[in-house]
């Protein structure tokens, strides 16, 4: 699908596009954040923590929201940074990790606020599907 594009109402940006909920997708993804954000006058550090985070949302909505239809990703970029939306139509499965037995996984959360200077959930859950990762990265 293409991206969309518009102007927001303070004067930055918005882009827009649906990616299918596949882990091949996410590359694409990784792709159209990283194509975008330096626009908004971000380091290129800052730029791969942000292309990072969003890489991770996107992935845990393919891996665990039990959704197939498509993720919506769209970044606004304002005066004091970018904002970057993922969106899925299914549902927040929260786990409580268990040390030792799964170091491979259950770090996603702990990684995007690493990497970001704002992050936040919305849960879908059965009543209400549709989780959205809103991830914020400022200017320095």
Do not use: C, W
């Not at 918005?14 to 159209?32: D, M």
């Not at 971000?42 to 991770?56: C, R, W």
């Not at 990684?111 to 809103?134: F, N, Q, W």
């Amino acid at each position: 699908m293409s991206p969309s594009s518009t102007r927001t109402s303070r004067g930055g940006r918005s882009a827009r596009r649906a990616f299918p909920a596949r882990t091949s997708s996410l590359v694409e993804i990784r792709e159209f954040v990283r194509e975008r954000v330096p626009a908004a006058g971000l380091s290129e550090d800052a730029v791969g923590d942000l292309v990072l985070a969003v890489s991770e949302a996107a992935a845990n909505a393919v891996v665990h929201s039990g959704t197939t239809e498509p993720l919506d990703v769209r970044i606004t970029s304002g005066r004091d940074g970018v904002e970057v939306q993922v969106s899925d139509r299914g549902l927040f499965r929260s786990r409580v990790r268990t040390p030792g037995y799964e170091s491979t996984s259950g770090n996603g959360i702990p990684l995007m606020i690493a990497l970001v200077d704002e992050l936040s959930i919305i849960e879908g859950t059965e009543r209400r599907p549709g989780t959205v990762v809103r991830l914020r990265k400022l200017r320095a």
